[in-house]
């Protein structure tokens, strides 16, 4: 979060730990004698601070006091049996006395002086003592009484809370800015509380107002108002110190009161207030306005910190595990008069199962979105054997409305009503089954979305994988919280019979809360819906929301007259629906945007069948629906319908294939060529240079296929190495892998004769190598090159014989920046050679490509349904194509999130390919970055635009494109822990043996030396 969070002068808190925005207090917002600091003791025990000023203001400290009072009383202790012989006793023996006179009566009257004096000191010293004595018990009163008054603090509830079955809670209230953020902090022009601002300010002090009247005051633990888009309101905070200081209505166990005032902590309790209150509420501010799913997140976040220095302190404990209330500021939580039991009873019953409740109990019928719980979930007892499921408790709503005079009536909702979404995101009412509600017997309810209020479990929030920050009205949020809950734990209930309602005023929120915009519909649908064959739902949400949106922006729009009402509605939608498909694609690359969420949690296709069963996103469309689709797709003629006809495949994508999943997450592009050279100045444009080093060197691709050198075998000695039998290399291009020569020869007599279609697939070959290396060439000449519709080989050298080419790039020649002689290399290609080929494949100079068989698979339908979005086959008059990336498959570090394609059978891309790469990818993806491994780059960067690596297995499961030479492949198995092998760890769903390789594999790597002919003469029979 760039923007540093403000509060107020209550609970001030700046974590240390915390990197990035501290939580600090407002500028100006002073400090009071009973503000909290940051000092971990200050903060949690403010009483220590009064107790200490007092006690500086003493000389002599309370413990020397005691001493001076312990000495003093044993000298009165040792002189009190002087007085007996100086005061008689009125009972004495009258003899005795006479006795005791005549023994000293000629010393009576000097003893007796003496006497008297020492008698009248020690009065005198008594009654100093005494004195003295009773100014050391008052203090010693006032410092008793201070550590009484800390002492019952620590021992109360609502600083100790009630442990792991009856925990506290925290309540989060975002205060959203107003529609037009213009208007934050001011009112309407004639004042009053009509304007947005006032009401979404007053919702805001009455959800809070909500809070502390139908809550037991000793079991708030905090309540956080984030303040989104604003400073301090001076009103606003006033009313917020009112409620959080006691002089408003709140609830304390079952009673009701209000207080006139806080009173300080003193020795004596003034009249009708009988107990001190701890101080509630904390404001954060944030002046920028980030929205309400990071408001929310950041609110969370001091609640954590919060706990974590109150466990520290010793004043709460780790098993209690806090509840967390989401409140809406357009609702207030609903009052009942019930002294005894309020809505966070209810709550806590259906979040922390005690533990009276059997281990064998069925607790689905009481909570039903536990019962769909499966193992992505795991309920666990605590210490104290409480079960804590990670359910939501959403609040039943009931509405308010006021007529003009200012009355307000209550609108009470249904038992059984829900709220769900349909298939453009938007929020709609729905109703729970009866099924559902015969589980529990009508006493709870699943909801497929949360509500104005949601409780659940601190560590239930923690333990979300997903929290993006740009959602940012409360429905995105709510929407994201809701598929949390339910795809990544146990779900929502609605407690029929409960206290856990609200009050929702609809006129507070603007519209534009409580709905969905397209673009964040677009995060949602990127976020939820990629994987397990879920990109169905995302593509029918996309085109929905596009449908929704254009509809929405022509009303009121001036009309085109050269346009039909069609035409531009079509037209928008289209543009509307690639806009919602690039920002769903670049979401992935945010800050905040939730990855892994396939790993993590249930697929969307789970929750579509079991928790919003009423959305069905299968089903055919209603008759509204296909009329409107019918305008505006217009007339079909019969000659369209036949076109229709002949482009249907033979054997359909299934929806549930997982490549149909890969090419429904890319974008379709325009491959109509454009201008990505800057005029050739800087790399990776800046060219090739010819034999002199002169840059605007242009290569002739069609040099090799002009004239084919002829491969021959020299002499039987040549024979002999070419043609060795038995060995794994032989036995794989001889019992698995061949050329399909039949079905080529048949597809170049068509293209011939004119019978296809189109021509054939004209495929641009690319090899990498460095001068040293120039001997390997003629080989790949003699054997495949020459089978490539255009040859080219960048070099350090440029050799119009040999075909090489000097391509210069950024920084030295090395193997450690292959990456910055790939960007040159392809920005080259793409710049020379892009409109003049279909398909462009790359690799090193020990590459071994099997043209014919790679031509008859990008020709096959499969490839070319997948180029034109896996509905039709491409008639050849298509302006956009699907980009496809086509090569091994590779999970790096067996991280099935970053797959990437060996670069040592090389990668196959189409036009729509290699334009994103040059004119899209390569200007923003690391393009100073210096690395060998440039196929996880060229990955990385295409990946960052949607388009995933093509899974390439044949229909038997072979794979086409190998990275390693035949013979290796047939031998290498495995070991029993597939990770300690980083082939069989990076490998994806391979088998082994003789069954890897395709028959009608495509490419092989590591072919070196005699092998690269060798494999032409066993595979094209020279043997």
Not at 502 to 511: A, F, M, N, R, T
Not at 731 to 745: G, S, Y
Not at 863 to 869: F, R, T, V, Y
Request: charged share 25%; proline share 5%; net charge neutral.
């Amino acid at each position: 979060m760039s923007t540093p969070i403000r509060s107020s002068g209550r609970r001030r808190l700046q974590p240390s730990s915390r990197a990035g925005n501290p939580i600090r207090r407002a500028p100006n917002s002073g400090a009071s004698a009973s503000s909290i600091s940051s000092n971990d003791s200050e903060h949690f025990l403010p009483m220590s601070n009064i107790m200490n000023n007092n006690s500086s203001n003493v000389q002599v400290s309370p413990e020397r006091s005691r001493h001076h009072l312990a000495r003093n009383l044993l000298a009165i202790a040792c002189l009190w049996p002087l007085l007996f012989l100086i005061i008689p006793p009125p009972t004495a023996d009258p003899a005795h006395m006479a006795i005791l006179s005549a023994g000293i009566n000629s010393s009576s009257k000097s003893f007796t002086n003496k006497f008297q004096s020492i008698k009248k000191r020690a009065h005198d010293k008594i009654d100093n003592i005494r004195a003295v004595a009773s100014r050391r018990v008052n203090l010693a009163a006032k410092t008793q009484f201070l550590r009484e008054e800390m002492s019952t603090l620590l021992r109360r509830k609502d600083i100790v809370g009630y442990g792991p079955d009856r925990p506290r809670v925290a309540v989060v209230v975002v205060v959203p800015q107003p529609s037009n953020g213009n208007n934050v902090g001011r009112r309407a022009k004639g004042g009053g509380e009509g304007d947005e601002e006032s009401r979404i300010l007053k919702g805001a002090l009455d959800a809070v107002q909500s809070v502390f009247l139908t809550t037991d005051r000793n079991r708030i633990f905090i309540v956080t108002v984030v303040m989104d888009g604003r400073g301090k309101v001076g009103t606003f905070e006033a009313k917020l110190d009112d409620i959080d200081a006691g002089r408003t209505m709140h609830r304390h166990g079952g009673e009701v009161h209000t207080h006139d005032h806080h009173h300080e902590l003193e020795g004596e309790q003034k009249e009708g207030e009988g107990h001190y209150h701890s101080e509630k509420i904390h404001t954060l501010y944030n002046h920028e306005g980030m929205g309400v799913s990071a408001s929310r997140k950041e609110a969370v976040h001091f609640i954590n910190v919060l706990s974590r220095k109150h466990e520290q302190a010793g004043i709460k404990s780790p098993e209690e595990d806090l509840i967390l209330l989401f409140l809406s500021v357009d609702s207030r939580l609903k009052e009942f008069d019930d002294d005894n039991q309020t809505w966070l009873d209810d709550v806590t019953d259906a979040l922390i199962l005690s533990p009276s409740i059997d281990e064998n109990q069925d607790i689905s019928n009481k909570f039903p979105s536990v019962a769909k719980k499966d193992s992505k979930v795991d309920t666990k007892p605590t210490k104290d054997g409480t079960m804590q499921p990670s359910n939501a408790v959403s609040f039943a709503v009931d509405t308010s409305s006021s007529d003009t005079e200012g009355n307000v009536e209550i609108h009470s909702s249904h038992v059984g009503v829900t709220l769900s979404f349909d298939q453009k995101l938007r929020p709609r009412p729905s109703s729970a089954t009866g099924q559902q509600l015969a589980l529990s017997n009508g006493e709870s309810y699943p909801t497929p979305l949360t509500q104005s209020a949601t409780a659940l479990r601190l560590r239930t929030y923690n333990a979300f994988p997903a929290s993006d920050e740009a959602l940012t009205s409360h429905y995105s949020a709510d929407l994201e919280l809701s598929f949390n809950l339910w795809m990544c734990a146990d779900g929502i209930d609605v407690i029929a019979s409960s206290y856990a309602r609200v009050v929702v005023d609809p006129v507070i929120l603007s519209s534009s809360e409580k709905d969905i915009s397209g673009p964040l519909a677009a995060r949602i649908v990127s976020a939820w819906m990629s994987g397990h064959g879920d990109d169905v739902y995302a593509d029918k949400i996309i085109r929905a929301v596009a449908e929704r949106s254009a509809q929405d922006s022509i009303i009121g729009m001036t009309k085109d007259h050269s346009m039909s009402d069609r035409k531009i509605l079509v037209d928008k939608i289209k543009v509307l629906n690639d806009m919602l498909v690039r920002i769903s694609s670049e979401a992935k690359h945010s800050s905040s945007f939730p990855t892994g969420l396939g790993q993590k949690c249930r697929p969307f296709s789970w929750y579509a069948q079991n928790v919003h069963p009423q959305n069905d996103f299968h089903e055919e469309e209603d008759l509204n629906d296909a009329k409107k689709r019918a305008w505006m797709n217009g007339p079909t003629t019969k000659q369209e319908g036949a076109t229709n006809e002949n482009n249907l495949p033979s054997k359909p994508l299934n929806k549930d294939n997982m490549n149909m999943a890969i090419i429904s997450k890319a974008s379709p592009v325009n491959i109509k060529y454009v201008d990505a050279s800057g005029g050739h100045a800087e790399h990776p444009h800046k060219g090739a240079t010819d034999e002199n080093g002169k840059f605007g060197y242009v290569h002739d691709e069609t040099f090799l296929i002009k004239n084919p050198p002829t491969f021959e075998i020299k002499d039987e000695k040549d024979r002999g190495v070419l043609c060795k039998k038995g060995d794994p290399n032989y036995q794989m291009l001889t019992k698995k892998v061949f050329v399909d020569l039949p079905n080529h020869e048949a597809a170049e007599k068509r293209a011939e004769h004119g019978l296809a279609k189109k021509g054939r697939a004209k495929i641009f070959c690319l090899v990498y190598t460095i001068e040293k290396n120039h001997h390997t060439i003629p080989a790949i000449k003699e054997t495949w090159g020459k089978k490539c519709d255009g040859f080219m080989v960048a070099s350090t050298k440029t050799d119009r014989e040999l075909g090489t080419v000097n391509i210069p790039h950024e920084g030295p020649e090395e193997y450690n920046n292959i990456w910055q002689k790939v960007r040159s290399m392809w920005s080259y290609v793409y710049d020379n050679y892009y409109e003049k080929y279909d398909w462009f494949h790359i690799g090193g100079d020990d590459l071994y490509l099997i043209v014919e068989n790679l031509r008859l698979y990008l020709e096959s339908e499969e490839i070319q349904l997948a180029s034109n979005g896996g509905q039709y086959l491409p008639n050849g008059s298509e302006e956009t194509q699907t980009p496809l990336f086509l090569g091994r498959r590779f999970a790096e570090g067996g991280n099935m999130d970053r797959i990437f394609i060996s670069g040592g059978s090389g990668y196959t891309m189409n036009k729509a390919t290699l334009k994103t790469l040059v004119v899209d990818g390569l200007p923003k993806c690391r393009p100073h970055f210096h690395t060998f491994s440039e196929d996880v780059m060229v990955a990385n960067c295409l990946r960052q635009r949607n388009i995933l690596p093509y899974d390439t297995k044949d229909e038997a499961g072979g794979e086409r494109y190998m990275p390693f030479a035949p013979g290796h492949h047939l031998n290498y198995h495995p070991p029993a822990n597939p990770k300690d092998d980083w082939y069989s760890n990076y490998s994806i769903n391979c088998k082994w043996g003789i069954d890897h390789c395709a028959a009608k594999s495509v490419a092989f790597h590591y072919i070196k030396g005699d092998l690269m002919r060798r494999m032409y003469a066993i595979l094209y029979h020279y043997c």
